[in-house]
Structure formats: structure tokens, C-alpha cells
């Protein structure tokens, strides 16, 4: 069967194509639902007995069975739904001529005409649906000329006239009705699959936005922070080395090139491509990239924890942003990095004796936690926790859940 309208491109062309797919499906379902039910009406109509002469109803019940099987055969195979009117139209004239034999009540031969006369008009349910009107009427004509043929021999066929005019404009009727809610249904399936597009894509904009936040935090404006306070306390060579590598990055970023794995680790993870990393290596390149800005890193505690690539970035990423908070703001020369697991979680422990602060005055907007480290952590379903007080120093625990 054939659908209408102009097929997009894409995941809208691929939507398409299922939806006309179950039209016609629920189309030709109720063709041979509507078949059915009329041509088993009319052979129970003429199996009463005396309602006809016994050669009369044993070829209504034959033409009967045939217009079911075949609906039905239409139903699951598809193909024309020709051979139902045909079906159902020999019916409605085998007994209608079976009327004008002598002693038939007419109520018998009215109710076999009528019922096959609803088999054959099951097919407008399709035909009208796809817009197919030409069809429909021929094939209408043909069925209410043979309801009229009785009355060419004094039959009252009135009734059947007008019974089988009604049915077929009512299962046209249902036909478009069907046809005209899918049409709805679809644009409305477009509009939210198009709604769900663009906000996908403005989250997408929005979780880039916030990772190149992160990377400018933790590199760019982390070197100029340095520079602003003259190197205080970091090697020459270290700063340089530093400074270029925050340059390359840069450049990756200004040409829009991706970056492999978090992308604010970039330059200082190892090149290992496996997709699980051991975390004790990668500790020890973030431990003597800080030796070299002179905080003293001590680590304890688990020293092989293997993660999903994407959880490990985010915690030494987080744990990058803490130990750097140390160097910056703490006035400790040594922080202790403690590393815990148990089934569920692996915890890292970022411990220093600073002057500390007051954890419950830190504002959350501030981009070095609520994104460098919150923000990380939360993007693979950990979390991360704040102790500390002016004067003891601080403690920030570091929680993303194992595989």
C-alpha cells in the first residue's frame, strides 16, 4: 500500500516509513475485521433452515468463507482488496436471486444481501484512508447495481439500496478518520523529536561550554595566576614548560579539535589509549608535576585502583584542582592524597594543616569547585566533600563509585 507525503531525510524519513508501516497494517486489519463479520452475518442468514433452497445457501456460505479467508489473507500478506468485493458481491447476487425464488421470506434474503453487501464496502476503509476516491465509488456503484438487480424482477430492494450506501460511507468515513489522526500523530511525533533534537544538542552546548571552562581554569588562568604573583616559589624551566603546554592546548581548543579523554587533563595524563587506567601511575605524573611547583605530595593508601576511563579522569582531575587549592591558597608546603575503596566507591582523601577556612561560607558558584571538582565528580555520579576550619587546616574527600 502506498503512503502519502514527502519523506525527509534522515531519522524523520526512517520515523516515516514506520509509522505508514502501521497504518496500513491497522488498515488492512479492520478491512478484514469489517470483511469478516458481514460475510459470517450473511451466512448465518441463509443457515437457518427454510431461509433459502439448500443449493442457495450452501454457495452463499462458500462465497462467505472465501470473502473471510481472503480478507484476512490481505490483512497479514497484503496485496489488492479486490477479490473481497468480488467475494462479497457474488454473495449479495446468489442471494438475492436466491429471494426471487419462491416460498424465501424476504427478511431472510434482505439480511444475506445486506451483510454481504457490508463485506464488500470493508474495503473503503483502505482505499478512502490513502485518498484512492476514484476506486471507491466504481467499486460502491458496482455493489448497490448488484443490491438493485433483484428489483428488476419486482423485488423491494429499497432498503438494501439504501443499507449498502450507508456502509460504504461510513467505512470511508472511518477510513479517513484513521488516516487523518496518524497524520496528526506524526507531525506531533516530528515536533517533539525536533524539540528533543535541539535541546539535546543546547545540553550538549552547555556540558562543552562548562568543559572548556574547566580546561581554562585549570590551565591558562592557573599559569597567570602564577605569573601575577612573579613565580613565587616555582622553577624557571617548570613555568616555561607549563606556559607551552597551556598554548598547545589552546591552540587544540581554538581549532575545535577534540581532546582526548577529560579534556582538561590533556597535559599531564598518561598516553596509555587502554580504556582502563592503573590510578597509581597516573597519581605519580599529577605528584611531580606539583614537586616542580614546590607542594610535597605524599600518597597513601591503594596504589593500583583500576577505573573506567572517564571516572579516572574525573577524579584526578578533581584531585589536580584540590592539590593546586593547597599550593595556592592553603600556605602548606605538604598535602597528604589517602586513597580507600570498598565495593561501591573508591574514595581519595586530599588532607592538608593550611590555615584553612570556613567551609560554609564558600560560595558555590565559585568555577575552581562547583566545576573543577563538583562538577566532575557529579558528571560520573560521585560527589565531593568539604572539612575544614580557619586555623586546622583542610580536608576535602573525593567519592566516584567503581564499575
Known sequence: MRGGGAERGGPERRRSKRILKERDRLLRRLTAVSATSGAVLAAGAVAVPGAMPLEVSILVVVLAAFTAIYSWWFALRGGSPAPIVVGAVAGLLVAGFGGLMGGVPAASETAASGFSALAAASVAIPLAALGSYVPTVVLCVVTIAAAAVPGYFGADVGWLVLMTLMGWGAQAAL???????????????????????????????????????????????????????????????????????????????????????????????????????????????????????????????AGRLVLPRETLDALIGALHECLENVRRHSGAEVADVTVTEDDLMVRTMVTDAGVGFDAAGVDPARLGFAESVVGRLVAVGGRARVFSSPGSGTTVMLEVPKP
Open 175 to 301: 477510513g479517513r478518520v484513521i488516516e487523518l489522526a496518524g497524520q496528526r500523530a506524526s507531525r506531533r511525533i516530528g515536533e517533539i523529536a525536533r524539540a528533543h533534537q535541539t535541546e539535546r544538542a543546547a545540553s550538549e552546548r552547555e556540558a562543552q561550554r562548562r568543559q572548556d571552562a574547566r580546561v581554562l581554569h585549570d590551565t591558562v588562568l592557573a599559569t597567570l595566576s602564577l605569573l601575577a604573583h612573579s613565580g613565587i616559589g616555582v622553577g624557571v624551566d617548570a613555568l616555561r614548560q607549563q606556559a607551552g603546554e597551556d598554548a598547545r592546548l589552546l591552540a587544540q581548543l581554538r581549532k575545535g579539535q577534540p581532546l582526548e579523554g577529560n579534556a582538561s587533563l590533556a597535559f599531564y595524563s598518561p598516553q596509555a589509549q587502554d580504556p582502563e587506567r592503573v590510578i597509581g601511575a597516573t597519581f605519580e605524573v599529577v605528584r611531580q608535576r606539583f614537586v616542580k611547583l614546590g607542594l610535597e605530595v605524599n600518597w597513601h593508601g
